[in-house]
């Protein structure tokens, strides 16, 4: 499933940034939580085994913006009890 705005030419726009192309792709997330909110404009959609998600149609800067965001958090510093 694939959701956003859409120019007169077919391009498709990021959701974080707002640039338009032809490469944009779906971020799917869930936590079983209520990430609506985090006040982002997900878009939600199901998956054909029923499983819901949180979605975002961005562009290749942004997923590599996110993927960046993740491997930060993953990497960072925890206590074992938190
Ligand atoms: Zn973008």
């Given at each position: 499933m694939r959701e956003g705005a859409v120019t007169d030419d077919g391009k498709e726009l990021c959701q974080r940034c707002g640039a338009s192309g032809y490469d944009r792709r779906t971020l799917w997330m869930a936590?079983?939580?209520?990430?609506?909110e985090l006040g982002l404009p997900f878009v939600h959609a199901q998956a054909g085994d029923g499983r819901r998600f949180y979605t975002l149609l961005v562009c290749k800067q942004c997923r590599g913006s996110w993927m960046g965001a993740i491997k930060q958090w993953f990497r960072s510093q925890t206590r074992p009890d938190e």
């Open positions: 936590c079983l939580y209520e990430m609506d």
